[in-house]
């Protein structure tokens, strides 16, 4: 049974920093591509970065710059390392694994087979 869990959100005020951890379980599958996704009170789940098996990443054009996607394959673990936050990077943040649905890593939620319960991240102005 796949289990991803988030870790790491909390409130922030703006310009502060949250380092997201995510452990994952019953999944070793390290050439699979994963990421973060985050959703907002009334809008709909998006992509913030994605990496892939050779550890290549994507970013939103949003966080590009802010944050940082990585992974600890030895200990099943996705990071986001998000520094110079602002409010509107509000949100509950969810860590996927895409399960090989598309051979490339991408940002499109329906890409992804497995899903965490996602971690809230504030950040007050």
């Known amino acids: 049974q796949v289990q991803l869990v988030e870790t790491g959100g909390g409130s922030v005020q703006a310009g502060g920093s949250l380092r997201l951890s995510c452990v994952a379980s019953g999944y070793t599958d390290n050439s699979d591509y994963m990421a973060w996704f985050r959703q907002a009170p009334g809008k709909e789940r998006e992509g913030v970065a994605a990496?892939?098996?050779?550890?290549?990443?994507i970013y939103d054009q949003s966080v590009k710059g802010r944050f940082t996607i990585s992974r600890d394959k030895a200990k099943n673990t996705l990071y986001l390392q998000m520094n110079a936050l602002r409010p509107e990077d509000t949100a509950m943040y969810y860590c996927?694994?895409?399960?090989?649905?598309?051979?490339?890593?991408?940002?499109?939620?329906?890409?992804?087979?497995?899903w965490g319960r996602g971690t809230q991240v504030t950040v007050s102005s």
């Open positions: 996927a694994a895409g399960g090989h649905v598309v051979p490339i890593a991408t940002l499109i939620h329906v890409d992804y087979t497995y």
């Open positions: 990496i892939d098996g050779g550890d290549a990443t």
